[in-house]
């Protein structure tokens, strides 16, 4: 493994759902002491258990970071509610705000700036706030609107007091996120950016995420990814992406780059892929 591949695993993170608790503490052996593990906010999971969830990763000796998504708040007291939970769990330093799936708000909350501009978060205890990041785009808002908000975002933080980073949808493609990377910088967004990495999963379901959330197509991903349309019972990780992410990265007009991974439900899998990643060198 390169000296710069080895960098980039240095200090990922991780993703995991209120429900994975389990998982998690199976798996705790092969995550290092200290490691982030993002807590995502799913439809059909309520506060206490992502509170709980959040708790139990910081118990575990991991940095809990919770997410919140705005556009499923119902109201201005419901983010008030999960802040002090959170709070009280010992867990609201660092959080991801993101929209969220709804297209339409169930609250006062219509994306992530609205909450991060409602002033709630320093009063939490938060230091740190994670927005989204779009390599290859969001397939419902065009390109300059997700610019603007980004750097609204980084605005709105910097007035606050709050450390801010980037972490970007997951993506199969390293050149694509190696020029975002770059844009993001000659904007003037000097934010550390967390690069979304698809944890190994069966071929089937990968390729069913992307297409979920429009990440680019299947054949490019195939041909990018070096995976085989012809064979989607296979499992796939993502050793080919990281050492060609880790080949394009230039300190000088990339700045601080780490790597996120996402598990697509498969939490322990993940944590023993990169444990043996490592090992490989």
């Known amino acids: 493994m390169s000296t710069t591949t080895a960098a980039l695993l240095e200090d990922c993170s991780l993703e995991m759902t209120g429900k994975d608790v389990a998982e998690l503490r199976a798996a705790r052996a092969v995550v290092p002491a200290g490691t982030r593990v993002n807590v995502t906010y799913l439809a059909g999971e309520d506060l206490a258990l992502r509170v709980a969830a959040a708790g139990a990763v910081r118990e575990m000796g991991f940095r809990p970071v919770p997410h919140v998504s705005a556009r499923r708040l119902g109201s201005r007291a419901a983010l008030e509610e999960f802040l002090g939970a959170l709070q009280a769990a010992g867990a609201s330093e660092e959080l991801v705000v993101v929209g969220g799936d709804p297209t339409a708000a169930q609250g006062p909350f219509e994306d992530a700036l609205a909450v991060i501009e409602s002033g709630l978060l320093p009063r939490a205890g938060v230091r740190r706030v994670v927005v989204s990041g779009y390599p290859e785009g969001h397939p419902g808002i065009a390109d300059p609107v997700l610019w603007q908000a ?112 996402y598990t697509f439900g498969g939490l322990g899998a993940t944590a023993a892929w990169i444990r043996e990643f490592r090992a490989a060198g």
């Open 150 to 261: 980004l750097e609204r975002k980084r605005s709105a933080l910097a007035g606050q007091g709050l450390e801010g980073a980037v972490i970007t949808q997951f993506g199969f493609d390293a050149d694509a996120v190696l020029a975002y990377v770059a844009a993001v910088r000659a904007r003037g967004i000097d934010l550390p950016v967390r690069v979304g990495v698809p944890g190994p999963a069966g071929v089937r379901r990968l390729l069913t995420y992307a297409g979920r959330f429009g990440v680019g197509t299947s054949a490019g991903i195939a041909r990018k990814y070096g995976l085989s349309l012809t064979g989607l019972l296979g499992t796939a990780g993502p050793d080919r992406f990281l050492r060609a992410l880790a080949a394009g990265l230039d300190p000088a007009r990339h700045g601080a780059v780490g790597v996120h991974f």
